[in-house]
T-cell receptor, first 115, second 113 residues
Framework: AQSVTQLGSHVSVSEGALVLLRCNYSSSVPPYLFWYVQYPNQGLQLLLKYTSAATLVKGINGFEAEFKKSETSFHLTKPSAHMSDAAEYFCAVSSMDTGRRALTFGSGTRLQVQP | DVKVTQSSRYLVKRTGEKVFLECVQDMDHENMFWYRQDPGLGLRLIYFSYDVKMKEKGDIPEGYSVSREKKERFSLILESASTNQTSMYLC????????????FGSGTQLSVL
């Protein structure tokens, strides 16, 4: 079984401040991990994904995430928030076996960026 | 770029109606998925399909069925709509291997009155 927990349903930061969105996962086999972003009235788009090649993963729009096996975490960060980063962010996990091809998503974190 | 198209952006239906949500992808993807998105619950998997005429239940299949007669099209069916099926429905597709990213449609907001 696999699951994802996102800590904090709402996060508010000032423009230019560090963004940190937390994600912890549970998986009985080595996981693939993803961060998706959803802008208002749009579908989800991929920010970045971890597939075991490197523990620090860089994505689009200046975001990155670090896979920490010992902490079962995959937190999303960005050094300096921009107003355009305001959106909802979803962490997701799938397993490296082929038993479950679908992603399991967390409950989402809505990021607000204050001017 | 992959395009996943959902036929309606907004739908309003009455309790007990049969509802069809259509999804078409243009990149020859084997896998297709239906999720529903509710505030505070994230995305929950309803059904997925990894080939034509093949389907598997997700985490919340009750009250739903699906149809995949052609590779590019995956339909979600609410046999008898109920108010608790009011939600945002998201369709997605992907290549067949584990770890492949999902491409999402822009969603259908269904209201059941």
């Amino acid at each position: 079984a696999q699951s994802v927990t996102q800590l904090g349903s709402h996060v508010s930061v000032s423009e230019g401040a560090l963004v940190l969105l937390r994600c912890n996962y549970s998986s009985s086999v080595p996981p693939y991990l993803f961060w998706y972003v959803q802008y208002p009235n749009q579908g989800l788009q991929l920010l970045l994904k971890y597939t075991s090649a490197a523990t620090l993963v860089k994505g689009i729009n200046g975001f990155e995430a670090e896979f920490k096996k010992s902490e079962t975490s995959f937190h999303l960060t960005k050094p300096s928030a921009h107003m355009s980063d305001a959106a909802e962010y979803f962490c997701a996990v799938s397993s490296m076996d082929t038993g479950r091809r679908a992603l399991t998503f967390g409950s989402g974190t809505r990021l607000q960026v204050q001017p | 770029d992959v395009k996943v198209t959902q036929s309606s952006r907004y739908l309003v239906k009455r309790t007990g109606e049969k509802v069809f949500l259509e999804c078409v992808q243009d990149m020859d993807h084997e896998n297709m998925f239906w999720y529903r998105q509710d505030p505070g619950l994230g995305l929950r998997l309803i059904y997925f399909s990894y080939d034509v005429k093949m389907k598997e239940k997700g985490d919340i299949p009750e009250g739903y069925s699906v149809s995949r007669e052609k590779k590019e099209r995956f339909s979600l069916i609410l046999e008898s709509a109920s108010t608790n099926q009011t939600s945002m429905y998201l369709c997605a597709s992907s290549l067949p291997l584990s770890g492949e990213k999902l491409f999402f449609g822009s969603g259908t907001q269904l209201s059941v009155l």
